[in-house]
């Protein structure tokens, strides 16, 4: 199974300030069509996990343009800009290139 | 707008089987997979399986002699049973959509005990 590892696993940032997320996979997420399958998460305190990211660097539908992923085959960062009060949560990277889909550990958010 | 739904007995007895099922709306069951992900209290994510457009399915290895997702695409419903289920499967069940995982479900908590 592919391994996601996550750090830090705790960050505390203050409102206005921003915040980077490292995720490294096992393997590379480098599809041959391309695609890097490496996707962020975000679960705010009591609620279902919402797509941040897809495909590496692709914001979802909705999401603030202060969300924004890059990274290399193996190597990942989300970096928030400007962290609100409604960014707080965990965030998880994913990556769906193979079977099992597998999930790093997790960031949690917090404001200062 | 794309929902998702799960609903299923909110507590189940060891050894037995878990029966869920997620309800969508918004969008086709032909043209969509649905994926089944749980996350226990308080840990992470854990992908569970899927079953794709086309019907065919793909499970998490470490579940699969345990699992089975099925649908009625009549009806906008996916299913999953999980047998033989154990304290750890204790865990919140969410059903999400397309390989992206772009819409969730509310989660449904299961939760194994006698």
């Known amino acids: 199974d592919i391994v996601m590892t996550q750090a830090p696993l705790s960050v505390s940032v203050t409102p206005g300030e921003s915040a980077s997320i490292s995720c490294r996979s096992s393997?590379?997420?480098?599809?041959?069509?391309?695609?890097?399958?490496v996707y962020w998460y975000l679960q705010k305190p009591g609620k279902s996990p919402q797509l941040l990211i897809y495909?590496?660097?692709n914001l979802a539908s909705g999401v603030p343009d202060r969300f924004s992923g890059s990274g290399s085959e193996t190597d990942f960062t989300l970096k928030i800009s400007r962290v609100e009060a409604e960014d707080v949560g965990i965030y998880y990277c994913?990556?769906?290139?193979?079977?099992?889909?597998?999930f790093g550990a997790g960031t949690k958010l917090e404001l200062k | 707008q794309v929902q998702l739904k799960e609903s299923g007995p909110g507590l189940v007895q060891p050894s037995q089987t878990l029966s869920l099922t997620c309800t969508v709306s918004?969008?086709?069951?032909?043209?969509?997979?649905v994926h089944w992900v749980r996350q226990p209290p308080g840990k992470g994510l854990e992908w569970v399986g899927a079953?794709?457009?086309?019907?065919?399915?793909d499970y998490n290895s470490a579940l699969k002699s345990r699992l089975s997702i099925s649908r009625d695409t009549s009806k906008s419903q996916v299913f999953l049973k999980m047998n033989s289920l154990q304290t750890e499967d204790t865990a919140i069940y969410f059903c999400?959509?397309?390989?992206?995982?772009?819409?969730w479900g509310q989660g449904v908590m299961v939760t194994v005990s006698s």
């Open positions: 999400t959509r397309r390989r992206d995982f772009d819409y």
């Open positions: 918004g969008f086709s069951l032909t043209s969509n997979s």
């Open positions: 079953i794709w457009s086309g019907g065919s399915t």
């Open positions: 393997k590379s997420l480098l599809h041959s069509n391309g695609i890097t399958y």
């Open positions: 495909r590496m660097s």
């Open positions: 994913g990556q769906l290139l193979e079977n099992p889909y597998t």
